[in-house]
């Protein structure tokens, strides 16, 4: 038993309030620590809040996105007290909480500052009878119910809802509490608008037999509780379902899940001003990138992981959405220069804990607990760590300004990119010897570079922030990405590219990132098959990325797939309905242009266009392919107007030209977009965009230049 914590008291029964804020992860930061605070107020003003604190007849538990209040004294307790809560926050509509009540048996922990963690069936079945509910609902528990029943106070407000499904198909008795101030008396979504015939007055209630109920209780007590033991106060349990991930994939189920795989979600800020979501953020994707390099361990990558971030989903779902057995979750709380982080492995398949630790460090000592946790995980899941983990950085101030850029990296905006570099590098100022921060500029050059900065600024300065990262320590595989495909678009040199792309392979199989790039050499040297081979690969790693999905939307458009593309078009847009990467426009929108949909495309490239800030290529060449020139034209004049004064990608102009029938200017524009060296460009070889260039000489000489064997794909194409 770790020192700082003294002896667990054990509870015979709690009586456990659960609230939530409905759509929660949906809000904006601000929008969701002002819609807290006002609940945290609202909270702490009820009256039987003040009387149960005051008495020291309260625990409260805070879980991210709401609370948990247990009340050890009095089964009518949480009920007032819900009630008081609800009835207030009908001044507050914009605020939508749902709540569950239930009684069971709890564990209560006290840590070295007198914190109070929480463990047991009370508060799992609490959360659960929660989950049945929408907004504005107080749910309890038929046990809750049966308490209250003998008390004519209470009985009038007691509704039966029937039996709702919960965790891996069990079932629990929910009854609906409301008044005509408090409560929500519709019956919820989750139960299909159940028979509610004991809210009607005169009704003939079913007789509820206690021995029955005592029974069902037991069973559905010792279903939960293993999932439940030794969950902390610093992990809130989550519990929305992410989106479908569209209609064409096949399904987790039928996917056979590896003994040996892990997602790791990012760990939860409980700071008391909850200013370390980069701490956090930094801390998780770090143990994810020591546990990717891991013998045997197949580990998603983070942005799946990451998708999850705020959205309190079920770590049994999110296993199936990961197609993972094992998912390491935790929190992190942060004061001053002492840090806190309690983790815990859940083996999905049964709830249980394989392990868990909370570790109580000076700042300093948190690279030791990173490795700490690391080992704890291999030695768990009776793997091999292969290599000792990286140098960690002398410099703790070094390594907090490299999470901060860590975290902006992480971000699109060309704003948020550029708040990288310079914290970045502001760590390699602190620790020159650092090569994680290289790593970082190379990533954020590489993100910047065509989108937002040109080509032949960003790949000179992402080369040399690699080349520096590899020379401090030859085993980043992500600093040997970014100087392959560095290499690959500066230099057209393909077996550079190659030669890192296989170390860092080697030296982290699980790398989505170098799967994808290695996905983009392929392409650029006309191997198809290979190109989505490699793609499938860095998918089946990271399921959850909008970029590969929607790069593999691109490829399978250019190759002539073009349902493919409309599948994994719309798995893009269902995944992230806002995504939109400026060099490729949407390529869902391509897909049904190369259909003949223009009606549809129009509608895409519309949107698309709105989100760039930059007129559609994709709508001007839809436009010319309908013969409607004038507007064609006007988009290619803006575009030719922009290009002036900021980066516009040239191969995007020169195909318009190319739809507009004028070749010449397409190939002055292919001239330019080479002499620029875009990133896109070795993939004209199949471009559908460039399909009318194939039998031109100049064509083939340009691919040849580019390094591209122009026999491979110059004919035969148009009839896929």
Not at 221 to 234: E, N, T
Request: aromatic letters at 8%; a neutral charge.
């Amino acid at each position: 038993m770790p020192a700082e914590f003294e002896p667990e008291v054990q509870l015979e029964i709690g009586h456990v309030l659960f609230m939530d804020i409905v759509g929660y992860s949906k809000l904006l930061i601000n929008d969701q620590r002002e819609q807290l605070r006002t609940l945290n107020e609202i909270v702490r003003g009820s009256a039987q809040f003040r009387a149960s604190d005051a008495a020291g007849k309260l625990v409260r538990l805070p879980t991210g996105d709401g609370m948990a209040l247990i009340f050890p004294d009095s089964v009518e307790a949480p009920v007032r007290c819900a009630l008081e809560i609800s009835a207030a926050l009908k001044k507050h509509p914009q605020i939508q909480v749902r709540m569950g009540i239930h009684s069971g048996p709890v564990s209560e922990v006290t840590d070295v500052n007198e914190r109070a963690n929480i463990a047991g069936a009370g508060i799992n079945i609490a959360q659960r009878v929660m989950d049945c509910g929408d907004a504005g609902h107080i749910l309890l528990s038929k046990h809750v119910a049966e308490d209250l029943e003998h008390y004519a106070r209470w009985r009038p407000l007691l509704h039966e809802l029937g039996e709702c499904e919960i965790k891996h198909g069990a079932k629990i008795s929910v009854v609906n509490l409301y008044t005509e101030n408090a409560g929500n008396s519709q019956p919820p979504e989750k139960l299909r608008r159940a028979d509610v015939g004991a809210a009607v007055p005169g009704a003939k209630k079913s007789p509820i037999n206690r021995k029955h109920l005592l029974i069902a209780g037991a069973m559905i007590s010792a279903f939960v509780i293993g999932f439940a033991m030794f969950r902390s106060i610093g992990i809130p349990q989550r519990r929305e379902a992410v989106r479908s991930e569209g209609k064409g994939r096949r399904s987790a189920a039928s996917v056979p899940i590896p003994d040996k795989s892990i997602a790791v979600l990012p760990f939860v800020d409980l700071s008391q001003a909850h200013d370390q979501e980069y701490f956090c953020d930094g801390i998780s994707e770090e143990i994810l990138d020591a546990l990717a390099k891991v013998e045997g361990l197949r580990v998603v990558a983070r942005t799946s992981s990451f998708s999850f971030k705020g959205k309190n989903a079920d770590v049994g779902e999110i296993a199936q959405k990961l197609n993972v057995q094992n998912v390491l979750e935790g929190s992190l709380r942060r004061e001053g220069n002492r840090i806190r982080i309690s983790a815990q492995l859940v083996n999905a398949r049964d709830g249980f804990h394989i392990w868990s630790d909370t570790f109580e460090r000076e700042l300093q000592g948190v690279f030791a607990v990173q490795d700490e946790i690391t080992r704890a995980i291999v030695d768990a899941l009776k793997v091999r760590l292969a290599a000792a983990p990286p140098r960690a950085p002398q410099n703790t101030e070094a390594y907090d300004l490299y999470l901060q850029g860590l975290y902006f990296s992480n971000k699109s905006t060309e704003e948020a990119l550029r708040k990288a570099l310079g914290l970045f590098q502001r760590a390699l100022d602190k620790d020159p010897t650092f090569g994680r921060a290289w790593t970082g500029i190379a990533k954020a050059w590489y993100w910047l570079a065509d989108a937002y900065v040109k080509p032949l600024e960003a790949y000179p300065k992402g080369i040399e922030a690699a080349s520096k990262a590899v020379a401090l320590d030859e085993r980043d595989a992500e600093a040997h990405c970014y100087l392959g495909e560095a290499k690959r678009v500066l230099d057209w040199d393909f077996a550079a590219d190659e030669a890192e792309l296989k170390r860092a392979l080697q030296l982290d199989p699980n790398s989505a990132f170098a799967h994808f790039i290695l996905a983009l050499l392929r392409f650029s040297q006309c191997d198809l098959e290979e190109g989505f081979a490699q793609i499938r690969e860095a998918e089946k790693l990271d399921p959850l990325s909008p970029g590969i999905s929607d790069f593999a939307a691109f490829f399978y458009v250019q190759s002539g797939r073009l349902d493919d593309a409309i599948r994994e078009g719309q798995r893009t847009l269902e995944l992230d309905p806002n995504y939109v990467y400026p060099v490729l426009d949407s390529n869902l929108a391509t897909a049904y242009r190369e259909k003949g949909d223009f009606a549809q495309a129009i509608t895409l490239y519309l949107r698309a266009q709105e989100a760039m800030r930059l007129p559609s290529s994709g709508l001007a060449i839809t436009y010319a392919r309908m013969g409607r020139q004038p507007e064609a034209r006007r988009i290619l004049n803006e575009l030719v107007e922009k290009a002036r004064v900021q980066y516009v990608a040239a191969d995007r102009i020169a195909a318009v030209y190319v739809a507009l029938g004028q070749n010449d200017e397409a190939f002055r524009w292919l001239e330019r977009a080479a002499a620029e060296r875009n990133a896109i460009l070795q993939f004209i070889a199949f471009s559908r965009d460039f399909l009318p260039l194939r039998s031109d000489p100049r064509f083939a000489d340009l691919l040849r230049r580019m390094g591209v064997d122009p026999t491979k794909l110059l004919t035969g194409q148009e009839s896929r």
